[in-house]
């Protein structure tokens, strides 16, 4: 039989009990941990520490520690709604994501109805198993339970953007907005479903997480499932041209380096710039680029020194609405006679210079390219219309631009 423990060793591991849930409110977390390892070893099994300690290490991004804690406290309590909250928190972290939800649906029926986060995490897990619909009802189950949970709306305000339920979406995006959510993020959300005023560019730290979360299926996923093809066209056509070889090339918006083993026997030197870390790794093992820069693509033509003969954008005017920043830092950084090329989806109509559509991706009219190209002292010398990728099955119609320095 284990000993009971004294009345000071009790007072303090209830003290350190107390500190560390004062040190994880206020962010403290590997602080957190200490303590509440310090509390149980004077209170071994103690279901309220353990609890926190597996809460505290999901914070830490420790699933595995979480999911062994959560299951110590099941050992002892099995109907711990908590402890099942944890518990599917950190298979969900595994991508585990059937036992997450499996998880989830046992706390909502152990804890009290109406569990606004239960439902929220309940609906995160719905979509990572691509289960859209239902989905849509847990988030709205948790908004019932808690209407100002900004993330819950725009999570709802995603799943029917991509329905296609642009009001519906719209609404959805307002409620966010009005509730604290990122009003960079989701005014550029609110813009791709309704008629507010598009803004020039994508959030930067939308388009780098988007990436960086994308950067280990990028390649199979974009050419494999979308048939994406606009690095191989845009190549493939500048090679047609006959302008090189190249002294210096700079691909924009590499990416994980798609266009890298077709522009290397065009050039002598190739460097590469991307928003995203985690694809410029990819492009670095690719042992292509002699230079890979981290930046925003006009922050780092706008403070190069190098001046290139030709710059490639592959499907990077996606994220990019209004282009005259982009010619207007070329200015400096292309040689006299140099090749800028690049690939655009095709707007609706001529009308508009640039649209942000529903698909979170901009795509330009050819009157606006001409006007540019022209403004900023660059000969057309050649545009193709061709697919960059498939949507649905469906070609993405996008145009293959040309132009050269005067």
């Known amino acids: 039989?284990?000993?009971?423990?004294?009345?000071?060793?009790?007072?303090?591991?209830?003290?350190?009990?107390?500190?560390?849930?004062?040190?994880?409110?206020?962010?403290?977390?590997?602080?957190?941990?200490?303590?509440?390892?310090?509390?149980?070893a004077l209170l071994p099994g103690r279901v309220s520490t353990l609890v926190n300690l597996a809460a505290t290490q999901l914070k830490l991004d420790r699933p595995q520690d979480a999911l062994a804690t959560a299951e110590q406290v099941l050992a002892l309590e099995a109907g711990n709604a908590d402890a099942w909250f944890h518990k599917a928190g950190a298979l969900g972290q595994l991508n585990r994501h059937p036992e997450a939800l499996l998880g989830y649906e046992k706390a909502i029926a152990l804890a009290p109805q109406g569990a606004a986060e239960l439902w929220f995490r309940h609906g995160q897990t719905l979509q990572a198993l691509d289960q859209p619909v239902r989905a849509l009802a847990s988030y709205e189950r948790a908004l019932a339970a808690n209407p100002?949970?900004?993330?819950?709306?725009?999570?709802?305000?995603?799943i029917l953007r991509?329905?296609?339920?642009?009001?519906?979406?719209?609404?959805?995006?307002?409620?966010?907005?009005?509730?604290?959510?990122?009003?960079?993020?989701?005014?550029?959300?609110?813009?791709?479903?309704?008629?507010?005023?598009?803004?020039?560019?994508?959030?930067?730290?939308?388009?780098?997480?988007?990436?960086?979360?994308?950067?280990?299926?990028?390649d199979a996923h974009l050419v494999g499932t979308l048939g994406y093809r606009a690095h191989d066209t845009l190549v493939k056509h500048l090679a047609a041209l006959g302008r090189g070889p190249f002294r210096c090339a700079l691909d924009l918006g590499c990416g994980t380096g798609l266009c890298a083993t077709l522009l290397k026997p065009m050039t002598q030197r190739l460097e590469g710039v991307d928003l995203s870390s985690l694809m410029l790794d990819k492009a670095q093992a690719l042992g292509l680029y002699d230079r890979l820069v981290h930046a925003d693509i006009v922050d780092h033509l706008q403070g190069t020194e190098e001046r290139y003969d030709l710059v490639t954008a592959a499907d990077v005017f996606i994220y990019v609405g209004d282009l005259e920043p982009v010619f207007a830092v070329l200015d400096r950084a292309l040689e006299a006679k140099g090749v800028f090329c690049f690939s655009a989806e095709c707007a609706s109509g001529e009308a508009v210079d640039f649209e942000l559509l529903p698909s979170l991706r901009y795509a330009h009219s050819e009157r606006y390219l001409r006007a540019l190209a022209a403004r900023h002292g660059f000969d057309l010398l050649q545009l193709i219309r061709a697919p960059i990728r498939e949507d649905q099955r469906e070609p993405i119609h996008g145009m293959y631009v040309y132009l050269a320095r005067r």
């Open 148 to 158: 100002g949970l900004a993330q819950a709306w725009s999570n709802r305000g995603g």
């Open 1 to 40: 039989m284990s000993a009971t423990p004294t009345h000071d060793a009790f007072e303090q591991a209830r003290q350190l009990f107390l500190q560390g849930l004062k040190d994880f409110e206020e962010g403290r977390f590997e602080a957190a941990e200490q303590r509440f390892r310090s509390s149980l």
């Open 162 to 218: 991509e329905m296609k339920r642009n009001e519906e979406a719209a609404d959805a995006f307002r409620q966010a907005l009005a509730h604290g959510a990122d009003p960079e993020l989701h005014q550029y959300y609110l813009a791709s479903v309704s008629a507010q005023s598009v803004p020039p560019v994508a959030p930067g730290h939308y388009v780098e997480t988007l990436f960086d979360d994308y950067a280990e299926q990028f």
